[in-house]
């Protein structure tokens, strides 16, 4: 072993200080309750945090670890070049042991770079943590201090963890008492997190919480595999943005007018809605909404202002665009699992690709002699509805091959043979009632988006309620249900709670199928990853794989079986349907609504990669 190691079997400073005596008897009876309450025998229960900075492909490189034995108390340090001579942790991880961290998948991260297997039982005071206090106010965050500050126990202050975090990631030799303040600082961490564990205990359902632990565990390897990207073309588009926006904007604005020296006008908009007649929603101040998600709404009414919203969020996510990509050509980023109130993945959106404007997904691409593919959940939140809601009828429309002229015709409005082809415009009205009603949208709304009467679209809702009788009156108890109970819960236990004032109805009514479809996509990562898939991404209800072009169609096949056993543990029994895209090398993905601002930009592209290799 190095000199310049700190021995792990030494004590540890805060140990000679007595900065561990927190730990008593008591405390030890309190954890051996918890484990008789779920009958589960544990030989050892610990602790564990580590300290890291990104590789070149942004995966981490370790620094320290260390680890915390709560039943013994004993606490061992090691340093990155005791760590990287070791094949397995310094730590029992079996059937029997548990093993506690904040925010794990960073700490799975580390041991996929020390090429170590997981934990077999991982609990994530951050994922617990996020789960008690949903749908309530976290005066400091989610981070550990705010965890911390919570349960009222005394932390450090962030400036200190910034200074800390400055010291281990921009220094790139240590010196023996850097390496002893970084030691100390992880280990700071790493009692404040049993501290924390102890303060958690009573809220802590231990299988549920390991089972929310096995996806921490599945995220950090999606997080390790990154997305493959054309890092060549992406490069050269951010290098000569300014230019190409520009000329976009001039491009895509000769149809609406509504850009001036390459600034949105709002009042050009407004005059250009008016000239043809368009409906659009303004806010209070009497001033058109701008927001993306209002122009995706109502380009389903207006599809002619499709190019419109896809310039305008191709132009936000370049104000803020921050996307890494490795030595590799692959792009990384932490995936923020359990983020959102219904627990999805909430990773940020200058960063992930699939958060940015649709055209950035164009710059996905596999590598040479591979294929990417995309599996996604066929009406995911509608086969959630019929399952849970126990309506027979919306069971048997989800069933169809087509759920929306099934509708149409049960509710005689449409003849038993009709196509998408024959009542292209009766399926529209009924497929926008469907998916709107899911997430409380009202007569308004629909008739907005259907360019139609309020009253038509009244009656849309009225068939829709009359049709599916039991959805609407198991909408309606879950909304009572948590009125009463003050929260609503997902079959794995992902709470959501329900604060005493300012609340939004239509939240817990979307609950069960927003929480319940995150449930399930992390059930199917799970699945994927076990099967021997290479998981490269999870995307709301759908997840990126990767495979060589001549195994593609076997690992497809196995993810969507993967998808559909996940989908019945979820569901009771009752099977979602899935669909795939696949983009073999050379191609690249191109989604929907994004092939003509693409085909502008990539001329663009490959004419200025022609001039870069002259």
Same mark, same amino acid.
């Given at each position: ?32 309750? *918890? ?51 070791? @094949? ?10 548990? @093993? ?32 008690? @206090? ?81 996806? %921490?565990?599945?995220?950090?390897? %999606? ?22 926006? $520009? ?104 960063? *992930? ?10 710059? $996905? ?13 066929? +009406? ?13 009828? %919306? ?17 005689? +409005? ?55 009788? +039991? ?48 449930? %399930?996509?992390?059930?199917?990562? +799970? ?16 997840? $990126? ?70």
């Amino acid at each position: 072993m190095s000199s310049q190691c700190l021995q792990s079997s030494s004590m540890s400073a805060l140990q000679e200080s007595g900065g561990i005596q927190f730990f008593n008897r008591t405390q030890r009876r309190k954890i051996t309750r *918890f484990l008789k309450k779920y009958n589960f025998h544990a030989d050892n229960i610990y602790v564990i945090d580590y300290e890291f900075k990104p590789d070149g492909n942004g995966n981490p490189r370790v620094v320290c670890l260390v680890v915390y034995e709560l039943l013994s108390g004993n606490v061992y340090r090691y340093w990155s070049c005791e760590l990287y001579q070791m @094949t397995s942790p310094p730590f029992k991880i079996g059937d029997n042991d548990i @093993t506690i961290a904040y925010f794990a998948s960073a700490e799975m991260g580390c041991h996929l770079a020390l090429n170590w297997p997981f934990p077999a039982n991982l609990i994530d005071l951050y994922v617990e943590f996020s789960n008690i @206090t949903n749908g309530l106010e976290r005066p400091h965050g989610k981070g550990l201090i705010g965890a911390l500050q919570y349960f009222g126990i005394i932390s450090m202050e962030n400036c200190e963890k910034k200074d800390m975090r400055d010291l281990i990631l921009h220094t790139e030799e240590h010196s023996h008492l850097e390496r002893k303040m970084i030691l100390d600082y992880c280990e700071v961490d790493v009692i404040s997190t049993a501290k924390l564990f102890l303060a958690m205990l009573e809220y802590i359902d231990l299988y549920r919480s390991m089972h929310r632990g096995n996806y %921490m565990k599945s995220s950090s390897i %999606m997080e390790y595999n990154g997305v493959p990207v054309d890092a060549e073309m992406l490069n050269l588009f951010l290098c000569h943005r300014d230019t190409i926006k $520009l000329e976009l904007i001039e491009k895509v604005d000769r149809e609406y007018g509504v850009y001036q020296e390459g600034v949105f006008k709002t009042n050009k908009f407004l005059e250009y809605l008016v000239a043809h007649g368009y409906e659009w929603p303004f806010t209070m101040s009497g001033i058109p909404k701008l927001d993306d998600n209002t122009f995706k709404e109502m380009v389903k009414t207006y599809p002619q202002l499709n190019d419109l919203r896809q310039l305008r969020s191709m132009l936000s996510s370049l104000q803020s665009i921050s996307i890494f990509i490795g030595n590799d050509g692959r792009s990384r980023t932490i995936l923020s699992p359990f983020a959102s109130k219904s627990s999805r993945n909430q990773p940020s959106n200058s960063k *992930f690709i699939f958060g940015m404007a649709k055209i950035f997904r164009c710059f $996905l691409k596999p590598s040479f002699g591979t294929a990417l593919a995309y599996p996604d959940y066929c +009406q995911q939140e509608f086969g959630i509805a019929a399952a849970f809601s126990g309506d027979q009828n %919306m069971m048997d429309a989800y069933k169809d091959s087509d759920p929306y002229l099934w509708f149409a015709i049960k509710a005689g +409005q449409a003849p038993l043979n009709a196509t998408k082809d024959s009542h292209k415009e009766i399926r529209k009205k009924f497929k926008a009632t469907s998916l709107g009603v899911l997430f409380c949208m009202e007569a308004h709304g629909l008739a907005r988006r259907l360019g139609i009467h309020y009253y038509e679209a009244k009656e849309l809702i009225a068939m829709h309620k009359s049709v599916f009788k +039991q959805f609407w009156k198991w909408s309606e108890n879950n909304l009572n249900r948590a009125l009463l109970t003050r929260k609503l819960e997902t079959v794995f236990g992902w709470n959501i709670h329900v604060p005493n004032e300012d609340y939004n109805p239509r939240t817990y009514r979307n609950f069960p199928m927003q929480g319940n479809g995150a449930e %399930m996509l992390r059930l199917a990562c +799970q699945y994927i990853i076990e099967s021997g898939v290479k998981l490269c991404a999870p995307i709301h209800d759908a997840v $990126l794989i990767e495979a060589p072009i001549n195994e593609i169609d076997d690992v497809i096949a196995k993810t969507q079986k993967a998808m559909l056993k996940a989908s019945k543990v979820i569901l009771d029994g009752f099977e979602l349907k899935t669909d795939v895209e696949v983009i073999r090398y050379p191609d690249r993905y191109i989604p929907e609504g994004a092939e003509e601002i693409w085909s502008f930009v990539e001329e663009k592209l490959i004419h200025l990669q022609g001039v870069k290799n002259v």
